[in-house]
């Protein structure tokens, strides 16, 4: 059973100040103000790792290090690796959520439910680790990407660039795909996107002073934006994603881990390390309250 981490806290404005020339964007105002603190998280033995939400919008599901799944609302539990020889790191799920995908820091890839296994990287050897995955909007490929923002597709997803090649300033943590499955967003720790293929650069928080880094991305529906969380819970839309709401994680509590959009984008579940919590903001399905 999954519960809230605390009661929402109100932001100010998030003021995005476009850098002429280079379309970098800066935050103005920022988060503000800690949360009440919850007590007892009790997380699991394993920490959470992803969070994925289903195609009705109506439940998610949170992915451990260890493979485990938990469940909210309509999402099903197809089944987990047992015993992986490396942590998971990300989870996807298949268009009709009917089954998800899991991915190892190594790249081995395990499918569960109507998810097909298309490929992984598990037999090669990897210049960096595997830190996030998405699937196309067929669900018939997937992508995985790297610390280094190397791109490896497999099914029928299309490479449409990566990051590998070039030195980055911080860690690629994450990725999105776009809604045609005709590009993709990589995100690093300091906020930097990088956008590929029809994927189109809505802004950054690259050069922004950054309370805690960022640890996930999120895109809107039709790709006209994102949103990027950080390891405190700050929430950073862009392009046409809205700011529902956030919260600040208190220092001493569990970090945010990831965020999954509802299908609407009129809401998003944010996921912590602490594997039974989570907070949902707009039409995200919520948990109970601690």
């Known amino acids: 059973m999954f519960r809230t981490a605390r009661s929402k806290v109100a932001h100010a404005a998030l003021g995005l100040v476009v850098a002429a020339g280079v379309g970098a964007a800066s935050l103005a105002a920022g988060p503000i103000g800690p949360g009440p603190a919850f007590a007892d998280p009790s997380p699991s033995a394993s920490p959470a790792v992803g ?19 938990g469940t909210e609302g309509d999402a099903v539990a197809y089944g987990q690796p047992r015993a992986p020889a ?37 037999a090669i050897h990897l210049n960096q680790p595997i830190v996030g995955m998405a699937a196309t909007p067929s669900g018939r490929g997937y992508w995985l990407v790297a610390r280094d923002g190397g791109i490896f597709a497999f099914g029928d997803a299309a490479f449409k660039g990566s990051t590998g090649a070039i030195h980055l300033n911080e860690p690629i943590v994450g990725m999105a795909a776009t809604p045609s499955g005709g590009g993709y967003w990589l995100v690093a720790s300091d906020g930097g996107i990088f956008a590929f293929g029809d994927a189109t650069f809505k802004g950054s928080a690259a050069g922004s002073h950054l309370s805690r880094p960022i ?17 405190d819970g700050g929430i950073f839309p862009f392009g046409d994603a809205v700011l529902e709401d956030s919260l600040i994680v208190a220092s001493g509590d569990s970090p945010v881990i990831g965020i999954a959009a509802t299908p609407s984008g009129n809401g998003y579940v944010v996921a912590h390390q602490a594997s039974n919590v989570v907070d949902s903001f707009g039409d995200a399905p919520s948990p109970p309250s601690s």
């Open 51 to 69: 969070v994925a939400v289903t195609t009705s919008g109506q439940g998610f599901w949170v992915v451990s290090a260890d493979g485990s799944i």
């Open 86 to 122: 490396h942590p998971v790191v990300a989870i996807a799920a298949t268009a009709d959520a009917k089954g998800y995908w899991e991915v190892g820091v190594d790249g081995g890839v395990f499918s569960f439910g109507d998810a097909v296994f298309r490929g992984s990287t598990g």
């Open 215 to 231: 640890v996930g991305m999120a895109r809107t529906p039709d790709g006209g934006g994102y949103w990027f969380v950080a390891a």
